[in-house]
DNA sequence: CGAACAGTTCGTATATTTGCGAACTGATAA
DNA sequence: TTATCAGTTCGCAAATATACGAACTGTTCG
C-alpha cells in the first residue's frame, strides 16, 4: 500500500477544525453567527477572560478566514465571513455525512 | 452585560473539533469511515509518520469518542465510534447551519 | 494640547501538541 | 524456548497554544 500525502481538503478541515477547537472561540462565533454586528467590546463584555486573549482568539479567527474585523473608530466590528463559512460547513457536511463504507481488507 | 460560562454544548464542539485540527487525524477518519474496519497496520502503510505517531493519534481520536478500537490479536482493529460520530455531526450542523440573526446592538 | 476610550501588540510563563526512535508488551510461530 | 510480528508506551526535543498584565496606537472629546 502507497503512503498518502494529505490533501489539501486535509489540511482545510483541519485549519477550520483548528479554529473551533476552544470553547472560546466556539462562543465568539456562535456570538457572531447571531448577530449582524457585533464589536470587540460586546465580546470582551461577555467572555471570562481579559481583553489581551479576546483579541488573541480573535486574531487566530481572523486567520482562519472564518471572521472578518473592520475598524469603525473608535471600534472594530466583527462579523462572521459568510463565504468562508460556507465553506467549511460544506466541508464538514461532506466529511460526516459522505461515507461510503467499503468492504474489510 | 454578564460574563457568560462556556456551554458544554461549547466544549464539546471544542473537542470534537481539536480531534479533527490535524490532517493526519482527518486522513485516518477519512479512512476509517470508508471502511467496515481497519488495522492498525493498514493506517500506518499508508500514512506519511512513524508508528509511533500514528499510535498517538489514534490515542488523541479515541479520546475524543471518535472511534474505538478492539484487540483482535495479533492486530488491533479501529472503527469509527458510529454513535459519537452522529453527535459530532449533529453538533457541527446546527452550528453551522442554524445562525439566526438578531439587530447590530 | 492632554485625557479618555477601544483595541492591539509585546513580553513572558506555562501547558499542550507533535514527532521520532528505542524499548516494551503480548500473542503467535518455529 | 526463542524469535517474530503488531502495536503501544516512554523519553525527549521542538513547536505551538493559552493566558495575562503592561505598554502601546489611534481616535475622539474637552
Redesign the interface.
Known amino acids: ?7 489539501s ?3 482545510q ?2 485549519l477550520y ?11 465568539i ?2 456570538f457572531l ?6 464589536f470587540f467590546g ?1 465580546l470582551h ?4 477572560i481579559a481583553k489581551a486573549t479576546v483579541s488573541q482568539h480573535l486574531s487566530v479567527l481572523k486567520e482562519s478566514g472564518l471572521i472578518q474585523g473592520e475598524i469603525k473608530p473608535p471600534q472594530v466590528r466583527y462579523c ?1 465571513n459568510k463565504e468562508n ?1 460556507d465553506v ?2 460544506d466541508l ?2 461532506v ?3 459522505d ?7
Open positions: 500500500m502507497e503512503k498518502i500525502d494529505y490533501t481538503r486535509h489540511h478541515i483541519a477544525a483548528k479554529a473551533l477547537a476552544h470553547p472560546a472561540r466556539v462562543a462565533l456562535e453567527a447571531a448577530r449582524e454586528c457585533c460586546n463584555d461577555v467572555l471570562p462572521i463559512w467549511a460547513r464538514f457536511g466529511f460526516f455525512n461515507l461510503q463504507k467499503i468492504e474489510c481488507s
